[in-house]
């Protein structure tokens, strides 16, 4: 059975304090990994698209990164704008998505 | 360029009642999601439209019915509403269904109650 798992379910940082999320999966024949970044109360906002392992991609603070069991999302000096629960997704084709809970960020100043 | 839309914003219903949402696909799409999204909880899809027809179904039962039109927009039906209905739906357009790995981009949901 296809599987998401995000750990932590939460994490609280102080401004300045980098960290990482982290996404494992156990899915029959990866497509893709997506990494969501989610308000309260709106639509996910598409962060990154991973494909095959080894693959990295960077937006501003934010860097993730995938191996052949997970996938990780680096916060380097995260801002109090960071805070937001962070979605990782799963396709493995037919482009439906499989969500994991999140870990919702929390940044203090 | 308008992204997703979704309408309404917030909906709320009574158990056994019927519900209509509706979504509108960013510009250049013209495949349809829709997923279900309880408190707490990820997304879960429900079923993916495209050419006007249901191409793939999640884990919902038949209480759950859509539309796509024409012009790509799409609508969500809900019958006889339960309590655990209530959620935020979303509903999340892509180019292609053949190109399993392209990205989906999210409307901002239907907030929807069921009292």
């Known amino acids: 059975e296809d599987q998401v798992t995000q750990s932590p379910e939460a994490l609280r940082l102080q401004e300045g304090e980098s960290s990482s999320l982290n996404c494992s999966y156990t899915v029959s024949g990866l497509r893709g990994l997506f990494w969501y970044r989610q308000d309260p109360g709106k639509g996910p906002e598409f962060l990154f698209t991973?494909?095959?392992a080894g693959e990295e991609k960077e937006k501003e603070r934010l860097k993730a990164t995938l191996t052949k069991k997970e996938s990780f999302l680096h916060i380097t000096a995260p801002k109090p704008e960071d805070s937001a629960t962070y979605l990782c997704?799963?396709?493995?084709?037919?482009?439906?998505?499989?969500f994991g809970t999140g870990t919702r960020l929390t940044v203090i100043p | 360029d308008a992204g997703v839309t979704q309408s309404p914003t917030h909906l709320i219903k009574t158990r056994g009642q019927q519900v209509t949402l509706r979504c509108s696909p960013k510009?250049?799409?013209?495949?349809v999601s829709w997923y279900q999204q309880a408190l707490g909880q990820g997304p879960q899809f429900i079923f993916q439209y495209y050419e006007e027809e249901e191409r793939q179904r999640g884990n919902f039962p038949d209480r759950f019915s859509g539309h796509q039109f024409p012009n790509y927009s799409s609508e969500l039906n809900v019958n006889a509403l339960l309590l655990g209905d209530s959620a935020l739906y979303l509903c999340?357009?892509?180019?292609?269904?053949?190109?399993?790995?392209?990205?989906?981009?999210f409307g901002p949901g239907t907030r929807l109650t069921v009292l």
């Open positions: 997704a799963v396709t493995t084709g037919a482009n439906n998505l499989f």
């Open positions: 510009s250049g799409h013209d495949t």
């Open positions: 991973l494909y095959s």
């Open positions: 999340a357009s892509s180019p292609l269904v053949e190109r399993s790995t392209d990205t989906q981009y």
